[in-house]
Structures are given as structure tokens and as C-alpha cells.
């Protein structure tokens, strides 16, 4: 991985939501991500997976400036896009060009009121891609048909679409400024499970054609393992392991990831019934008030003094497979 | 769509059939007559109901007056202006178009500030600029219009002496002032706080996400995505709002003193003039009508998912 060139570097990356508190206490502030640091290598497609409510979509959206962040450093293709501490914001109109987001929720993401034209074209607008009218609607079905959808359903509203061919609509949009970059953010979780697969193999073939950078959110780990060459876990805000797909799916070293994986369904009785399986307890901490120490001291099976005490480092534990757990320093 | 349109066109006969029958049985039961004065004797009013056919029994008079709408005769006025047409009353006389001509240009006015009101302070939601105009339409739908006319009236034109206080038949620009701003103050707020609270409830959908990551500038968002998503309420209100306010308001009419058909209405009702009574409730039950019609198909317009019925597939 170590020669493969960057596209994103993160570094303490921070996005901190106020909320007003009820009644009388103050205001309160969520730590939605809290000092994430990670490299995006150009072509790769880094998995995020982790609970629901541990920061995975603010994740997403903070890298590419959708919120702003709170504090950390955003690095594109060696170009600081944001960094706080040498005050660097850049205009991210440029960037919207380079980095693109596919949504969740398809039919919400997408402006009722507009024909499916519309929402393709009105990226090529504001980029001005397209200097010529007949060129847009050229692209616009290109597009279109790039995401198996017929040129003529460029005229129809998106409300006239199943939830499959909205997504499809969704990212047809954002490949239409010809993005380097797209964050996934759980673009299948909407999705009836027939059509999940269709999607994910739709992305994989798009980033064969076009030479796309994702990064894939999901919650669900064999998804995120099918698609991605890297998979991060992330727990309350923060990223506790990352490693290559395979060594991670065969060796997580951190207890949370081991939970996860556990709890993954191995389609075999035999082996389900003879491997054991850990079991998380209780539910995930609130993000207002988060545990001291290392955050999952809490839930964790194997949590020790130390770790109610200690913040863990992410270290490498040897061929870029990191991990933030005091447990294994010893 | 035509057929449509055909279909609520015939619905709306029976609709204005079933509030004539309404109005004219109603009508009928207040006690009171159109020639009941202190002077009258039983003989002249007897005449007098003879003349005008009043002393057939009511279900008698309910058809000849159907069939005579049915033929476009309104009728003639039986007291505040004996024996003029009724037409000739209502349209002929100016004072429908008094009340039109103040009534659409307080529509203007509710539409053009009330709508950009509403954007600005969703767009600077939270900010003194929101504050400031949350009280101001707050204060602005609780205040009668009856109040407002008369401060207006008492600021402008009795003390500062700026405005005339007879506005009477709209002679000249100033006459409009006052009566527009007291006919459209209440509109202008209300729908400054419908489109508030349906454009902050559009700005959080995802779509406007999207719209953020494609590269729109905020200015962009709020107009063309955030505004079309969020005029629905504000149609909704707009539809019975206009048939009414151009229909004339008997106390902006009073107060300023323009004769109009706002307040011609309510003189015809305490006179029992039976035939005029019924010819404006008729002229605004059909204004109502063909503008909730107006505001269906808007519906459509803006709203590409609303399908008109179940046959316009």
C-alpha cells in the first residue's frame, strides 16, 4: 500500500455538533468524530463500518466539507483543502468537481420537483461542463445509460422510479462532473435486498471504468468486505482499527472488531455452532458524555484499569494493519 | 387536465345551487321585510310584495329565481335601490371593480413581501433579522384590521395630514395606500410565517444535501430548491384568500369610506335586499370556486407528484 500515492490524507480530524440542552443546562456538544486520521490511496476503496450513531456519515460528509470541520487537517492530492491550525479553508467549488457523495435515503436526496435531467444537468451548470446545449443533453444520457437507465428517462420525475433506479439516478449525478473521488455514504442500506447486490456490483464496474476513489459506508460488514481493499471500524467518533480487507475479516486485533465479526452470519451450522462468539452488552455510549479513556472501556470484555485511565494510540501492528487498544502493546 | 377541468366545472353548478338554495331559505327565515319602515301600512306592503312576487310561497320564489339566474336576470334591487337591475348594481356601477382593484393589489402586495419575508427569515433563522420578524408577524396576525385601518387613518391622514381620509372612488394613487395596507397587513404576515416554517422544513431535506454537494451557492439552494418545495402551504391559502380579498372587506371599506362591494354586501343584508343579497353571495361563491380550481392545477404545477385525480393518469 506504502507506494501507492495518496489522495486524501486526514489527520485529527474533528466535527463537533452543539445542540441547545434541554431545559436548563447548557449548551451540550456532540463529538460526532473525534481525531480521526486516515489515508485514501488513490483507486482503493477504504470500507467504513461501525454502528449506527459512531460517526461514520459525519465522517464522510466532513472529508468532503459538507459540514464544515471542527478542527484536523484535509489533505487532497497533496493540496491542504482545510487545515485549522495554519487556518487554510479552501473554496470547495473546485472540489465539488473532484469529490462527489452518493446518499443514503435515494428517493429524498433527490429534488422532487426536478426531472431527472434536471438534477443530472444542473451539475453540469454549475461546473460548466457542457458548452453547448445539445452537448448536455448528450452527457445527460450518457450518463444515464452509464447507470443502466434509458436516455428517455430524462424527462420523468423521480418520484416515477423505484428505489433501486433513484439510487441509480443518484449516482448518475455524481459522476456527472467527473469525480476522482465518491464517498458511498451506505448508498444500498435503502435498498431491497435484490437490488443491493445490482448497485454494489454497478459501483464496482464503474470504478474499474472510470478509476474511482471510494470511500464505502456501511453497517454491514460483508458488504463492506466484498467491496472494499481496506476497511476501517469506527466506535463513538472514533477510528479503532484499520487493515486490508482480508486481515481484517481473518485477524481483527481489536476487541470491538472482534465482536463485530463475530456476530457476522457464516453460512455453515457446523462452524457457526463451534466458534465462539463474543457478545457486546449494552448499548452504545452517547456521544455527549463520552466514556474517559478509551471510549469502549466500557463494553469491552477484556477492559482493564489502564483503559479507563488512557487515551490509546493508533499505532501500525506491523503491514499497515493499525489499531487503537492498550491491550495489545504488551 | 381537460377533462379535469370539465368535471370540476359541473361540480361546482351543483355546488353554487346547493349555497343559493342555502342563502335564499336563510335569508328567508330572518325575520323582516325589504319594505318594513316606520311608515309603511300592511296595504303598501302588501303591494310591494306583489309587485316584486314576494307573496308566492317561498319554494315558488326559490325556482323563479334559479330559472332567472339560469337566464342570467339577476333580478332588480328591492330597496337600496329600487327597481335598478342588479347587474347594473354590481358590475355596472363600479363597485366591483372598487373592490378589485383594491382587493388584487393587496394580493400583490401579501405575495410580494410576504413570500420574501418568509425566505429571509428562514434563511437567517436564529438571527436577529428572524427575531425581528418572528415578533412583527406575530404581532401583525393578532392585530384587528378594524384597529390598524383606524390608526392608519389617524396618523396619516388626520395628524401628518399625508394621506387623504376619504379614499372614496380611488382617484388618485394616495387613496390606495391606506386601504391596501390594511387589507393586506394580516396576509402579508401570515404568509411571511407559512413560508418561514415550510421553507426551514424544506432546507432540512436531503435533497438540499445534494444540492450543497453538486456546488449550488447557498443563494441558489434556497431559491430554486428550497422555495419550490415549500410554496404548497403557501397556494393553499392563496386560492380562498384571493376570491375573498378582491370581493371587497366591509370594515377597510367602511373606514376609508370607498364604496365598494365589500360593504355594499353586508348594507344589502341588514336592508333585506333579498336579490342583491343573493346575487354576491353567488358572485363570491363562484370566485371561491374557480380559485380553489386555480390553486389545484398550481398544486400540479409546482408539484410534479400530485396527480389531479384518479383518472389523470
Given at each position: 500500500?506504502?507506494?501507492?500515492?495518496?489522495l486524501?490524507?486526514?489527520?485529527?480530524?474533528?466535527?463537533?455538533?452543539?445542540?441547545?440542552?434541554?431545559?436548563?443546562?447548557n449548551?451540550?456538544?456532540?463529538?460526532?468524530?473525534d481525531?480521526?486520521?486516515?489515508?485514501?490511496?488513490?483507486?482503493?476503496?477504504?470500507?467504513?463500518?461501525?454502528e449506527?450513531?459512531c460517526?461514520?456519515?459525519?465522517?464522510?460528509?466532513t472529508?468532503?466539507?459538507?459540514?464544515?470541520?471542527?478542527?484536523?487537517?484535509?489533505?487532497?492530492?497533496?493540496?491542504?483543502?482545510?487545515?485549522?491550525?495554519?487556518?487554510?479553508?479552501?473554496?470547495m467549488?473546485p472540489?465539488?468537481?473532484?469529490?462527489?457523495?452518493?446518499?443514503?435515503?435515494p428517493?429524498?436526496?433527490?429534488?422532487?420537483?426536478?426531472?431527472?435531467?434536471?438534477?443530472?444537468g444542473?451539475?453540469?451548470?454549475?461546473?460548466?461542463?457542457?458548452?453547448?446545449k445539445?452537448?448536455?443533453?448528450?452527457?445527460i444520457?450518457?450518463?444515464?445509460?452509464?447507470?443502466?437507465?434509458?436516455?428517455?428517462?430524462?424527462?420523468?420525475?423521480?418520484?416515477?422510479?423505484?428505489?433501486?433506479?433513484?439510487?441509480?439516478?443518484?449516482?448518475?449525478?455524481a459522476?456527472?462532473?467527473?469525480?476522482e473521488?465518491?464517498v458511498?455514504?451506505?448508498?444500498?442500506?435503502?435498498?431491497?435486498?435484490?437490488?443491493?447486490?445490482?448497485?454494489v456490483?454497478m459501483?464496482e464496474?464503474?470504478?474499474d471504468?472510470?478509476g474511482?476513489?471510494?470511500?464505502?459506508?456501511?453497517?454491514d460488514?460483508?458488504v463492506?468486505?466484498?467491496?472494499?481493499?481496506?476497511i476501517?471500524?469506527?466506535?463513538?467518533g472514533?477510528?479503532?482499527?484499520?487493515?486490508?480487507?482480508?486481515?481484517?475479516?481473518?485477524?481483527?486485533?481489536?476487541?470491538?472488531?472482534?465482536?463485530l465479526?463475530s456476530?457476522?452470519?457464516?453460512p455453515?451450522?457446523?462452524?457457526?455452532?463451534?466458534?465462539?462468539?463474543?457478545?457486546?452488552?449494552?448499548?452504545i455510549?452517547?456521544?455527549?458524555?463520552p466514556?474517559?479513556?478509551?471510549?469502549?472501556?466500557t463494553r469491552?470484555?477484556?477492559?482493564?484499569?489502564r483503559?479507563?485511565?488512557?487515551?490509546?494510540?493508533?499505532?501500525d501492528?506491523?503491514?499497515g494493519?493499525?489499531a487503537?487498544?492498550?491491550l495489545?502493546?504488551? | 387536465?381537460?377533462?379535469?377541468?370539465?368535471?370540476?366545472?359541473?361540480?361546482?353548478?351543483?355546488?353554487i345551487?346547493?349555497?343559493?338554495?342555502?342563502?335564499?331559505f336563510?335569508?328567508?327565515?330572518?325575520?323582516?321585510?325589504?319594505?318594513?319602515?316606520?311608515?309603511?301600512?300592511?296595504?303598501q306592503?302588501?303591494?310591494?310584495?306583489?309587485?316584486?312576487?314576494?307573496?308566492?310561497?317561498l319554494?315558488?320564489q326559490?325556482k323563479?329565481?334559479?330559472?332567472?339566474?339560469?337566464?342570467g336576470?339577476?333580478?332588480v334591487?328591492?330597496?337600496?335601490?329600487e327597481?335598478t337591475?342588479?347587474?347594473?348594481?354590481?358590475?355596472?356601477?363600479?363597485?366591483?371593480?372598487?373592490?378589485?382593484?383594491?382587493?388584487?393589489?393587496?394580493?400583490?402586495?401579501a405575495?410580494?413581501?410576504?413570500i420574501?419575508?418568509?425566505c429571509?427569515?428562514a434563511?437567517?433563522?436564529?438571527?436577529?433579522i428572524?427575531?425581528l420578524?418572528?415578533v412583527?408577524?406575530?404581532?401583525?396576525?393578532?392585530?384587528p384590521?378594524?384597529?390598524?385601518?383606524?390608526?392608519l387613518?389617524?396618523?396619516?391622514?388626520?395628524?401628518?395630514?399625508?394621506?387623504?381620509?376619504?379614499?372614496?372612488s380611488?382617484?388618485?394613487?394616495k387613496?390606495?395606500?391606506?386601504?391596501?395596507?390594511?387589507?393586506?397587513?394580516?396576509?402579508?404576515c401570515?404568509?411571511a410565517k407559512?413560508?418561514r416554517?415550510?421553507?426551514?422544513?424544506?432546507?432540512?431535506?436531503d435533497?438540499?444535501?445534494?444540492?450543497?454537494?453538486?456546488?449550488v451557492?447557498n443563494?441558489?439552494?434556497?431559491?430554486?430548491?428550497?422555495?419550490?418545495?415549500?410554496?404548497?402551504?403557501?397556494?393553499?391559502?392563496?386560492?380562498p384568500?384571493?376570491?375573498?380579498?378582491?370581493?371587497?372587506s366591509?370594515?377597510?371599506?367602511?373606514?376609508?369610506?370607498v364604496?365598494?362591494?365589500?360593504k355594499?354586501?353586508?348594507?344589502?343584508?341588514?336592508?333585506?335586499?333579498?336579490?342583491?343579497?343573493m346575487?354576491?353571495?353567488?358572485?363570491?361563491?363562484?370566485?371561491?370556486?374557480?380559485?380553489?380550481?386555480?390553486?389545484?392545477?398550481?398544486?400540479?404545477?409546482?408539484?410534479?407528484?400530485?396527480?389531479?385525480?384518479?383518472?389523470?393518469?
Amino acid at each position: 500500500m506504502a507506494e501507492q500515492n495518496k489522495l486524501l490524507e486526514i489527520r485529527d480530524l474533528k466535527k463537533y455538533f452543539n445542540i441547545k440542552g434541554s431545559g436548563f443546562r447548557n449548551k451540550q456538544t456532540v463529538k460526532a468524530v473525534d481525531n480521526v486520521s486516515i489515508d485514501i490511496y488513490k483507486g482503493e476503496t477504504l470500507g467504513l463500518v461501525g454502528e449506527s450513531g459512531c460517526g461514520k456519515t459525519t465522517l464522510g460528509r466532513t472529508i468532503i466539507r459538507l459540514y464544515e470541520p471542527t478542527s484536523g487537517s484535509i489533505i487532497y492530492d497533496g493540496k491542504p483543502i482545510y487545515d485549522s491550525e495554519k487556518n487554510i479553508a479552501e473554496k470547495m467549488l473546485p472540489y465539488r468537481r473532484k469529490m462527489q457523495i452518493i446518499f443514503q435515503d435515494p428517493s429524498a436526496s433527490l429534488d422532487p420537483r426536478m426531472t431527472v435531467g434536471e438534477i443530472v444537468g444542473e451539475a453540469l451548470d454549475i461546473h460548466k461542463i457542457c458548452s453547448s446545449k445539445a452537448e448536455r443533453s448528450e452527457r445527460i444520457s450518457e450518463l444515464l445509460e452509464a447507470v443502466g437507465l434509458n436516455s428517455e428517462h430524462s424527462n420523468r420525475f423521480p418520484h416515477e422510479f423505484s428505489g433501486g433506479q433513484q439510487q441509480r439516478i443518484g449516482i448518475a449525478r455524481a459522476l456527472a462532473v467527473e469525480p476522482e473521488f465518491i464517498v458511498c455514504d451506505e448508498p444500498i442500506s435503502a435498498l431491497d435486498v435484490s437490488i443491493q447486490s445490482q448497485v454494489v456490483n454497478m459501483l464496482e464496474d464503474l470504478q474499474d471504468e472510470l478509476g474511482l476513489t471510494y470511500l464505502f459506508i456501511a453497517h454491514d460488514i460483508s458488504v463492506v468486505r466484498h467491496i472494499s481493499n481496506r476497511i476501517g471500524v469506527m466506535y463513538l467518533g472514533n477510528l479503532v482499527e484499520t487493515a486490508e480487507s482480508y486481515e481484517l475479516y481473518r485477524n481483527p486485533i481489536h476487541p470491538y472488531t472482534k465482536t463485530l465479526m463475530s456476530a457476522v452470519p457464516i453460512p455453515d451450522p457446523k462452524i457457526t455452532r463451534a466458534r465462539e462468539r463474543l457478545i457486546l452488552e449494552g448499548d452504545i455510549p452517547s456521544p455527549i458524555n463520552p466514556p474517559s479513556g478509551c471510549k469502549f472501556h466500557t463494553r469491552c470484555p477484556f477492559a482493564e484499569e489502564r483503559c479507563k485511565q488512557e487515551i490509546p494510540k493508533f499505532k501500525d501492528y506491523g503491514g499497515g494493519h493499525f489499531a487503537a487498544c492498550h491491550l495489545l502493546e504488551k | 387536465m381537460a377533462i379535469y377541468i370539465v368535471k370540476r366545472l359541473a361540480a361546482a353548478v351543483a355546488t353554487i345551487l346547493v349555497i343559493m338554495a342555502i342563502t335564499f331559505f336563510l335569508m328567508n327565515t330572518i325575520p323582516g321585510s325589504p319594505f318594513l319602515t316606520e311608515k309603511s301600512t300592511p296595504q303598501q306592503i302588501e303591494l310591494a310584495n306583489q309587485k316584486y312576487g314576494l307573496d308566492k310561497p317561498l319554494i315558488v320564489q326559490f325556482k323563479n329565481y334559479i330559472v332567472n339566474y339560469a337566464h342570467g336576470d339577476l333580478g332588480v334591487s328591492l330597496k337600496m335601490q329600487e327597481g335598478t337591475p342588479v347587474k347594473k348594481i354590481l358590475f355596472g356601477q363600479g363597485k366591483f371593480v372598487l373592490s378589485i382593484k383594491l382587493g388584487v393589489c393587496a394580493l400583490l402586495v401579501a405575495i410580494c413581501l410576504g413570500i420574501p419575508l418568509g425566505c429571509l427569515a428562514a434563511y437567517k433563522r436564529g438571527t436577529w433579522i428572524d427575531g425581528l420578524l418572528r415578533v412583527l408577524t406575530t404581532v401583525g396576525v393578532a392585530i384587528p384590521t378594524f384597529v390598524l385601518a383606524s390608526t392608519l387613518l389617524v396618523a396619516f391622514a388626520v395628524k401628518l395630514n399625508w394621506l387623504p381620509t376619504l379614499s372614496g372612488s380611488l382617484d388618485s394613487w394616495k387613496a390606495y395606500i391606506m386601504p391596501v395596507i390594511s387589507l393586506s397587513f394580516y396576509d402579508v404576515c401570515y404568509i411571511a410565517k407559512l413560508t418561514r416554517t415550510s421553507m426551514l422544513d424544506a432546507i432540512n431535506q436531503d435533497y438540499i444535501r445534494t444540492a450543497k454537494a453538486k456546488g449550488v451557492k447557498n443563494k441558489w439552494i434556497v431559491l430554486k430548491h428550497a422555495l419550490r418545495n415549500s410554496l404548497i402551504p403557501v397556494i393553499t391559502f392563496l386560492g380562498p384568500l384571493a376570491a375573498f380579498i378582491i370581493t371587497g372587506s366591509f370594515v377597510v371599506e367602511t373606514i376609508f369610506s370607498v364604496p365598494g362591494l365589500g360593504k355594499y354586501f353586508i348594507q344589502s343584508v341588514i336592508n333585506r335586499d333579498y336579490t342583491i343579497i343573493m346575487a354576491t353571495t353567488v358572485v363570491v361563491s363562484v370566485l371561491v370556486i374557480v380559485m380553489n380550481l386555480v390553486v389545484d392545477i398550481a398544486y400540479k404545477i409546482v408539484d410534479p407528484r400530485i396527480t389531479l385525480s384518479s383518472t389523470d393518469e
